[in-house]
């Protein structure tokens, strides 16, 4: 059964009751505001599902994305969010917990609660000096050591800015989660990869390209590069075997 149509059944049966109707969903709304931290939803409709699917209920309470948001700019159907940050371009948001009260209303009340931050998540880019000026401001007042994520500008080129970075807060109360490199988008090399094709690439330039997409600290792109380069090798060298029995393989099999 479509999922519309699963949420009119069930809110037919629940107002036959008489009372207020509150209804959840576990999705991703059109126009739904995701941050890194959301993992896509791909099962029919639920990438996607418009806000006219949702039953008259008298409220609608969401969940999966994790800054809190209204649908449609509808009161009464809303994600909460999650009560602390679970990623870094959530430390912007202000999280909440939202009490719903009917008192004997069929409209409910609605009342947005902020939760108190126990633990500063921050995100600091720059240059090296940049970055080291920052992180001297930091206030270490709270009673959990700040978590950071450094993004070292591509102006710095080091073939390490971990070992910098570590070096910057080893004798202060701060915890760096993770460090990357800035990407610049504006380089020449990226204008001209846009205006390339598959066709003209091969799998290992794709695979390559494809990684520079991701924020992925070095040693984690290295290890990432030296799986693929083990499977290659292997479908390489079975390729070869089967060449070497006779059987004819096409160029588009080699690539796949």
Do not use: C
């Amino acid at each position: 059964m479509p999922l519309p149509a699963h949420y009119q059944t069930v809110f037919s049966k629940a107002a036959e009751h008489k009372l207020p109707v509150v209804a959840t969903g576990h999705l991703t709304t059109v126009n739904g505001q995701l941050s890194e931290s959301v993992r896509e939803i791909y099962i029919g409709t639920l990438h996607a599902f418009p806000a006219s699917g949702f039953p008259p209920a008298a409220y609608i309470a969401l969940g999966h994305l994790h800054k809190p948001q209204k649908v449609s700019g509808q009161e009464h159907v809303r994600y909460s969010g999650s009560p602390i940050p679970l990623s870094f371009d959530e430390t912007a948001t202000a999280k909440q917990v939202v009490m719903v009260s009917f008192n004997g209303s069929p409209k409910p009340e609605i009342t947005e609660i902020p939760v108190p931050v126990f633990r500063p998540l921050l995100s600091i880019k720059g240059s090296l000096e940049a970055i080291e000026q920052q992180i001297k401001q930091i206030s270490t007042d709270s009673g959990l050591a700040p978590w950071l994520e450094i993004e070292v500008a591509s102006d710095d080129y080091l073939s390490d800015v971990q070992s910098p970075v570590q070096d910057m807060v080893a004798d202060l109360p701060l915890e760096v989660l993770r460090v990357r490199r800035q990407r610049n988008t504006q380089s020449a090399s990226l204008v001209r990869e846009a205006r390339e094709t598959l066709e003209e690439l091969d799998v290992s330039e794709v695979f390559t390209k494809r990684l520079e997409d991701e924020p992925l600290e070095d040693d984690r792109v290295q290890a990432l590069t030296r799986a693929f380069n083990e499977v290659l090798d292997t479908i390489h060298n079975d390729v070869n075997d089967d060449l070497n029995a006779g059987k004819v393989v096409s160029e588009k099999e080699v690539a796949q």
